[in-house]
């Protein structure tokens, strides 16, 4: 089973975040074989992280809980929320195989959030620029939530438009990067 799983930053957290960021790398080294894509947003400048977003394929749901809420940043504090849902990989890939690399051009995490009818089931056109896409889901898997994707794009309002907009009851678009060891 394939989870999306968003930790958003407290705002006067930063400095723990660093203090704690080896025990994270750690931590997330552990999930290696599983991750579908990791990294941090950031603020619009790309200066400082908002939030960490991990893309596993787990076991089952006992088992993303765990990954979620045994982080050391969540631990100790650091985030002021965490998303997470079931997911779908409809690229079948993860973010190492996107075929446009690490460090080229703008990288958005795009979540277009709202239960009712499912949108967006296609993979949009712009596959190329899209790093990993899939459904946001119930714990059940029975209902669509949402849609979240990485896409490479050339700003914000071009990374929003890879969704439909009346779709969905809102879309976040967050500065977003590869993450990991270098």
């Known amino acids: 089973m394939e989870f999306f799983c968003y930790h958003r930053d407290r705002s006067d957290s930063l400095a723990l975040r660093d203090e704690l960021l080896e025990e994270h790398w750690s931590y997330m080294d552990g999930y290696g074989a599983e991750m579908i894509a990791r990294g941090p947003t950031m603020t619009g400048d790309g200066e400082t ?33 965490v998303m997470l849902r079931r997911w779908r990989n409809i690229l079948g890939r993860t973010m190492w195989d996107f075929p446009g690399g690490e460090t080229d051009g703008n990288r958005y995490l795009v979540l277009g959030l709202g239960a009712g009818q499912a949108a967006d089931l296609d993979v949009p056109p712009e596959q190329d620029e ?30 929003r438009a890879v969704l439909t907009p009346d779709r969905y009851t809102d879309i976040e678009v967050h500065n977003w990067q590869f993450g990991g060891r270098s």
């Open 130 to 159: 899209l790093i990993a896409y899939g459904p946001l889901l119930s714990d059940d898997g029975a209902s669509r939530l949402g849609t979240a994707a990485l896409v490479r794009a050339t700003g914000p309002d071009t990374a």
């Open 49 to 81: 992280p908002t939030g960490s977003v991990h893309i596993v394929d787990l076991p089952d749901p006992a088992a993303a809980r765990a990954f979620a809420f045994d982080e050391p940043g969540y631990q100790a504090g650091v985030y002021r929320d």
